[in-house]
């Protein structure tokens, strides 16, 4: 499994607007993409946009720190503020103040189906926006201790695509990506942390952090 690292306790903050599919897109097209890379002090991962300046990415990613930089696929770096965090379900929100010119990922609240077509544009071993794609294998459960509520993907999922938003044909966000079997336990340091089956956290879990209904 990929290394999960200490995260501070869930905590929501006021006056942060989370859209839904019924609110108004914007006048401007944005020139980025939804996906984003997530820089911290002590490493990176990835993370997706859900509009209003929230970045949806996992908690293990942020770790305890409380701001972050945000790369954008279009090559502009803004920085963003760790909102929350919920080291149960691995999920974070991040904040970037002012104008942030990246599309938004609408997230579907639900459980996905088995043998869903899924993809990723994450950041994995260091590279930028790769384009991973894959199914659905696995229904919800609890992975525990590591995730309270996830399902299974067959998709290669490797380290520093945690936190990427998984999207299904339809663009929409039906989960967040938090880890992956590693099938050298960690024993071979020639390898990293790489899996095909990957972990990831349901949009369900998603809208029930952030008070959303189904």
């Not at 904040?95 to 599309?103: E, I, L, M, R, W």
């Not at 899924?118 to 609890?142: L, T, Y």
């Not at 967040?176 to 099938?183: L, N």
Request: hydrophobic residues 45%.
């Amino acid at each position: 499994m990929l290394k999960l690292a200490a995260c501070a306790a869930l905590g929501f903050a006021a006056g942060i607007a989370l859209p839904t599919n019924s609110a108004s897109k914007p006048v401007a097209v944005p020139k980025a993409s939804a996906a984003v890379r997530v820089v911290m002090s002590n490493g990176l991962g990835s993370g997706t946009s859900i509009g209003n300046g929230n970045i949806l990415t996992a908690a293990h990613v942020v770790g305890a720190e409380s701001a972050a930089k945000i790369v954008l696929d279009d090559g502009k770096t803004v920085e963003g503020r760790v909102v929350w965090t919920s080291k149960t379900y691995d999920v974070a929100l991040i904040h970037v103040d002012g104008k942030f010119n990246a599309k938004r990922a609408y997230i579907d609240c639900r459980n996905p189906r088995i043998g869903e077509a899924v993809h990723e544009d994450g950041n994995p071993a260091g590279m930028k926006f790769i384009h991973m794609s894959g199914r659905v294998s696995g229904n919800v459960q609890e992975y525990g201790p590591q995730w309270k509520s996830a399902y299974t993907v067959d998709m290669s999922v490797i380290s520093g695509m945690s936190g990427g938003g998984l999207l299904n044909d339809a663009g929409e966000l039906v989960g967040v990506v938090v880890g992956a079997m590693d099938p050298y336990e960690g024993k071979n340091d020639a390898h990293m942390a790489v899996g095909t089956i990957g972990f990831v956290v349901p949009s369900s879990a998603v809208c029930l952090l952030m008070g959303r209904s189904q």
